[in-house]
T-cell receptor, first 115, second 112 residues
Framework: EPEVTQTPSHQVTQMGQEVILRCVPI?????FYWYRQILGQKVEFLVS????????KSEIFDDQFSVERPDGSNFTLKIRSTKLEDSAMYFC?????????????FGSGTQLSVL | TQLLEQSPQFLSIQEGENLTVYCNSS?????LQWYRQEPGEGPVLLVT?????EVKKLKRLTFQFGDARKDSSLHITAAQPGDTGLYLC????????????FGGGTRVLVKP
């Protein structure tokens, strides 16, 4: 069964450093998402991406964050200058359609630890 | 902000017992989804409900969407240890875009 792949599974970084989290969505999907889950808290929406541009973003997704689909297969989330509070599990998701019958497929996540 | 409240937060039962998990909101959802999340994994979609009053069954799991499309429940019949996991509801409010808003989850433990 096709799946969303995320790398790395764990990333440890120093505060202030830049990190890039990588995702390979399912190949025929058109809609891409990043969510995050801080330990013990809810899964939170960060950003959605369609047709090479951001469709929606949450207030969490400030100027420190950016997304890119550099080569038609990868979908990346960059955090420019990490803060301690960016420590979380980051999930990439993709879907073929959007709307009420949308089915999101999530990757296994990247656990980001900012020290 | 549409807030999805799940209850209970934690449920521990014996194998063979039934359980119900609730998801409530003051917002009306165009659709509501239930996910299951294992430790160290991403959420996996179980079901999507769209129509008020809709009931969907997935083997021993029964999902119901409230008539007003503000609440939902997940009922598991004759729970098995393999049902252990974190159950998440997530909804889409059309007026607020297409993003999914997740509830806090219900952690279910089924003891053999």
């Amino acid at each position: 069964e096709p799946e969303v792949t995320q790398t790395p599974s764990h990333q440890v970084t120093q505060m202030g450093q830049e990190v890039i989290l990588r995702c390979v969505p399912i190949s025929n999907h058109l809609y891409f998402y990043w969510y995050r889950q801080i330990l013990g808290q809810k899964v939170e929406f960060l950003v959605s991406f369609y047709n090479n541009e951001i469709s929606e973003k949450s207030e969490i997704f400030d100027d420190q964050f950016s997304v890119e689909r550099p080569d038609g297969s990868n979908f990346t989330l960059k955090i420019r200058s990490t803060k301690l509070e960016d420590s979380a599990m980051y999930f990439c998701a993709s879907s073929a359609i959007t709307g009420s019958n949308e089915k999101l497929f999530f990757g296994s996540g990247t656990q980001l630890s900012v020290l | 902000t549409q807030l999805l409240e799940q209850s209970p937060q934690f449920l521990s039962i014996q194998e063979g017992e039934n359980l119900t998990v609730y998801c409530n909101s003051s917002s009306v959802f165009s659709s509501l989804q239930w996910y299951r999340q294992e430790p160290g994994e991403g959420p996996v979609l179980l079901v999507t409900v769209v129509t008020g009053g809709e009931v969907k069954k997935l083997k021993r799991l029964t999902f119901q969407f409230g008539d007003a499309r503000k609440d939902s429940s997940l009922h598991i019949t004759a729970a098995q240890p393999g049902d252990t996991g974190l159950y998440l509801c997530a909804g889409v409010v059309k007026a607020a875009g297409n993003k999914l808003t997740f509830g806090g989850g219900t952690r279910v433990l089924v003891k053999p």
